[in-house]
């Protein structure tokens, strides 16, 4: 008598796609954290991964933009050699011919179709998180993921379809990451991520002026530029899972000295000459609770410590809530119509 065949429940079908969906534990590079519903863990990461793929498209990366360029180079040399040749292919053998379509019916089809569907199913990867109602995603190097969320938050500002989501609620973009655990390994990475935009020394750069070469003036003149701008900002420490050492306090401690440190007299001295007068002060940059032109995130999630500098983050970003960006379209479209 043959036993019944063992059926399987939903839970256990809410378990394997659980498993599925995370690749691994380990978060390591840049990325984005983020939100959801208890229990949508999993949903969420397939959701977030669909739209992550859509935005990869609209937004290419310098290296694979010039890539694509010459491998579009290569495709139409090939395409020329092949009207060259046109004559000498209907003379292929029809046995090779027959051999190649049968490794391509082995192989599950052609390999140019299998090829790219493979890598872009890589391209972003899932982690295990051992948070309710958190996951993250990781990115390749050659993506941005600060770019990725200012992208999707514009679009959904925009009313674009294509941006509504179940499941995923406030996002996260981390643009580097090191071991929460020690507080001196953060500190170095915090004062690399800010250089590019705190560190910036006012010495005055040389710049021709092109006014007044239009003007007739000699080729030689030119003005002097002070590259430094004095910046508002904010620090956002976002604790998960994570008491000690890099709590709220120790967070805004280490990342308000790091901009301390570039507030310095070697970063603010200035030339005798420069075309716009500035103060020292100008030159400075400010803690601004409700007007900070850009914020330091700090997420931190029990081993790791992620951060980057956002944009936009406040009053109209929503902090990057996009449920909540979605119910302001909703009636602001609503109003309008």
Do not use: W
Request: hydrophobic residues 35%; negative net charge.
């Amino acid at each position: 008598m043959s036993q019944p065949k063992k059926r399987v429940t939903n839970s256990s079908r809410a378990k394997y796609l659980k498993q599925r969906a995370f690749s691994s534990s380990l978060i390591t590079g840049p990325g984005i954290f983020f939100t959801c519903p208890r229990n949508k863990e999993a949903a969420a990461v397939y959701e977030f991964k669909d739209l992550l793929e859509r935005v990869a498209e609209e937004i290419k990366p310098a290296g694979e933009t010039c890539e694509d360029e010459s491998q579009l180079d290569q495709s139409k040399e090939s395409a020329a050699e092949e009207d060259e040749n046109e004559e000498d292919d209907k003379v292929e053998d029809i046995e090779s011919q027959i051999q190649k379509e049968l490794e391509e019916l082995k192989g599950g089809g052609r390999r140019e179709d299998r090829g790219p569907k493979k890598q872009a199913s890589k391209r972003f990867e899932s982690k295990k998180m051992d948070c309710e109602c958190l996951g993250f995603i990781s990115f390749p190097k050659a993506y941005d993921p600060v770019e990725f969320a200012t992208h999707i938050v514009r679009q959904i500002q925009e009313g674009k379809p294509g941006y509504g989501l179940r499941f995923i609620q406030r996002i996260t973009p981390v643009s580097m990451t090191c071991s929460a655990n020690s507080p001196s390994e953060f500190e170095k990475m915090v004062t690399n991520l800010l250089r590019p935009r705190f560190g910036v020394k006012a010495t005055p750069d040389l710049k021709k002026n092109d006014a007044e070469a239009e003007d007739g003036a000699p080729p030689e003149a030119a003005s002097v530029v002070c590259p430094r701008e004095g910046l508002k900002f904010r620090i956002e420490p976002i604790i998960r899972c994570h008491d000690k050492p890099l709590n709220r306090l120790e967070v805004i401690r280490i990342t308000g000295n790091v901009v301390k440190l570039f507030n310095g007299d070697e970063y603010i001295a200035m030339a005798d000459e420069c075309s716009v007068a500035h103060q020292a002060s100008d030159l400075l940059h400010r803690v601004s609770i409700d007007d900070a032109q850009v914020v330091i995130l700090v997420s931190v999630y029990r081993y790791v410590v992620g951060v980057s500098v956002v944009e936009d983050y406040d009053k109209d970003g929503k902090r990057f809530n996009l449920r909540v960006l979605a119910e302001t379209q909703e009636k602001k479209a609503s109003t309008t119509d």
